[in-house]
């Protein structure tokens, strides 16, 4: 599956393969990456909030003229393309277009930090569970079980309650289940690249546990972590929209798509817009990462096609 | 003497790929007669396989029959339909594979999988294909057939498993059984079993028995008459003991060249043939093993010779041995 | 196959400990030797309240107090409300099988439809209609499912009786005062939670039926099958989509999890009286400890369903069953 290399092999003389070949590997797999349409398509949409998010204020005060909590109760409900608002506004005559650029910053921002956290705990856990085996991997693994018995919207209904979380909190809080399923994934790849000639190898020449896991191990399981962190992304935001909806994660006035959404349904006859644009614009956020992460899935392992 | 019993007349199989159209059967013809055994041998690529799945009309997109005929019993099996032909498969002409491990399908009994044939082509009950599956299963040597027959086929070795499949191709008493290198994937020992099992089913029922393989040993000791592909297109074919007594197309003289020999001085070379096996996709021009052909002419590169008569019982594609030029001893 | 069941169930004991050990442990985080109901009273003197806490065993030490809480669970016993005492059980009781008959249809509904469409798109591989297919099920999973429901009944109840027209009623299990027999009443009113719940599993099982049907046609058996001379029909349908579906029941079974909770957006959405729902409701007042016993409750039903899925797949793999 993977060539078992490390991405650089400087201070380890007798690699049985040759560094160069580790580096053509990464390079086979983004000119894979490259060569697909759709990939790269779905790759710039996400760029693209990306950087919504990142110049929110920006385009607010060029664009908006306003920020997203200043009311206009003259002016509620007002349908897209009337004057300054380009998507309307609502119920209290807040404009719909800035507070989705705010939102913006919100799930983007959320939905990355999680995936992080998720990928780096995960791979920790893994990468040791898997290298020592034996209790440790025993103990690690039943506990991964444990989290992941436990569904995960209930724990993250309960750390909200407990814990009233801000953006970070509540990037925190996903992750604290995430990692679980990231663990697995990397434990078992550990386990088969474990044994290869190379590791013996190196080993033999006298390189320290710390030094094997992070310096060779790590790089052999990075694809697991990149495919599994693209897909993942589409599910976070899912889940923190979902948890702002019923209140329970980010609340107002600071925006977010999901909380948006909350209570909607009240004001239908008013505005269908409403209901429409948060929506709208987390489904194309979590189709660009979903088919963005699909991409690189199959840039990294096209067999799997 | 009734006419043979199956007749492939210059079948041409192709593959249409992004990469260029593969011709992997190009111009084929044989005979087969009841009761006979032909041993098909070939490398790797030689199109053997592709024959016998053209015959049996297996051969999917983005694979064709672009030309040729497939006569049995008086039909063009190139030319039925599709459910016509489902008629004739595993019921006329029956073909087993080479890897028993994965052929069998691992959720169903091997006693059922042995009599489906009997449920699909003579419409037996259940119990009846089950019982005469047994039945046959016992012939094929597998010992407590009616336990055996109940159990999965993971339970089975890979010996006993081809033996299955081999009891699976018999149930309806084929005239015509092709076996695509069935003993490929099994130990030494067994092989010999296997062998021994398709010689004795040749024998009592009668059935004429095709064997492709790239093993010469497996059709010296099985086979009355032998055909040698390479690329896509027979290049020698007669009774088996005068192909391997006198070779005359240079690829079956160097490929019995090859073979080390027991007799052979300790230090002499091994004697590969020199060179890779064709593009398909981009043959060489002429005849096809020029570039390899120790006794390559210049005709041989531009003119693909025909297969022709050879000596008595002999037939060869080749421009130099047709001349008249005889291999010397291999 | 007894021999694999024994395992899996022994496998199962740590991770039945493990939970209800978290769930302890963070319910003392969240709400220490709180006693429900304590603090409505004004009159309560101090002494009174060590006294009520020692009757009820607050004041004992932790590994004592975890042991009656996991004596309790496996006698069925949850906890007790935060806010007024009651039983944990007995709401859990009253709500689940409203929970089952919702998740439940859903998982049906999601393997009744996934298998068709996944097999067409297998043996239409890359026709028009299996892009299309491919294309729905990739746009299905990333449709937020609250939103969805949140669509479907802004159209289906709200906008239909607007126009005058039929419409489905926005939710609820059955129209109060039905007392629950009217078998068209609940049909109708468990139409749309279903279809929203199952939106999601459609999108991954079918593709999923797809690539593993795909992948069981290449199989060598599939070759052996067609040279016996039957239908493509039996070949496809008899041979290869027993091999198949294997991977989508452990698939399936994996997915349970998110099934029993999963349900609670759902739920919300559509006010069906279930687990999750509850779950919720009780939430939104800080009910700490039904919260918790609800939890609790959930991950243990979550352990049993995948040991359910572990006995389904051995049952229909013989190479488990008859090992």
Redesign the interface.
Known sequence: MIDPIAVEAPQVPAQPVPAHVGRSYWRAAFSRLRRNRIGMASGALLLFFVLVALTAPLIAGFITHTNYSSQDLTNTFASPLSPGHLLGTDDLGRDTLTRLLFGAQVSMGIGFLAVFVSLAIGAAVGLVAGYYGGLIDGLLMRFVDVILAIPSIFLFILMSILFKPSTVTLALIIASVGWGSIARLVRGEVLSVRTRDFMVATRALGASDARLIIRHLLPNVLHVLIVFGSLYLGSVILTEAALDFLGLGINPPIPSWGNMLTNSETFFFHSRWLVLWPGVTIFLAVLAANLFGNAVRDAFDPRLR | MPGPLLGVHDLKTQFFTPEGVVKAVDGVSFELNAGETLGIVGESGSGKSVTAMSIMRLISPPGRIVEGRVLYDGRDLAKLSESEMQGIRGESIAMIFQDPMTSLNPVFKVGWQVGEPLMLHRGESKAKAFASAVSVLAKVGIPSPGDRARDYPHHFSGGMRQRAMIAMGLTTTPKVLIADEPTTALDVTIQAQILELLRTVNREFGTATILITHNLGVVAGMCERVMVMYAGKVVESGPTEDVFAHPTHPYTWSLLRSIPRLDAERHEPLKPIEGLPPDLIDLPSGCAFHPRCPFAIEKCSRDVPPLNRVGDSQLAACWVTQSGTELPHA | MLKYLLSRVVATI??VI??TV??FV?MH??AGSYVPGLDLNPNLKPEDEEAIKRYLGLDRPWPEQYLTWIGGVIHGDFGRSMIDGSLVSRHIGDRLPATLELTVTAILLGVLISIPLGVTGALRRGSKLDHALTAMS??G???????LG??L??FFS?QLQ?WGLPFLPSGGVMTPGTGGGDLLDRIVHLIMPATVLSFVYLSIWSRFTR?SMLEVLA???V??????????RRVVYL?AL??AV?PLVTLVGLEL??L???G??VE?VFSWPGI?KL??ER??Q?D?ST??G??TF??LL??AG?LLADFLYAF????IR?A
């Open positions: 740590p991770v493990g939970v978290v769930t963070v985080i969240a990739v746009g999973f990333a449709i937020p499912g609250f939103w949140l669509m009944i802004l709200v607007a690539s199989q060598d058996y070759r052996t099958a067609r040279a016996k001379g039957m239908s493509e041979h027993r091999n294997i999890p998110s029993v909770a999963g609670l957006i919300v999750g779950l919720y939430a939104i800080t700490y919260v918790l609800i939890t959930a991950a979550v352990v995948n229909l793999d013989p190479r008859y």
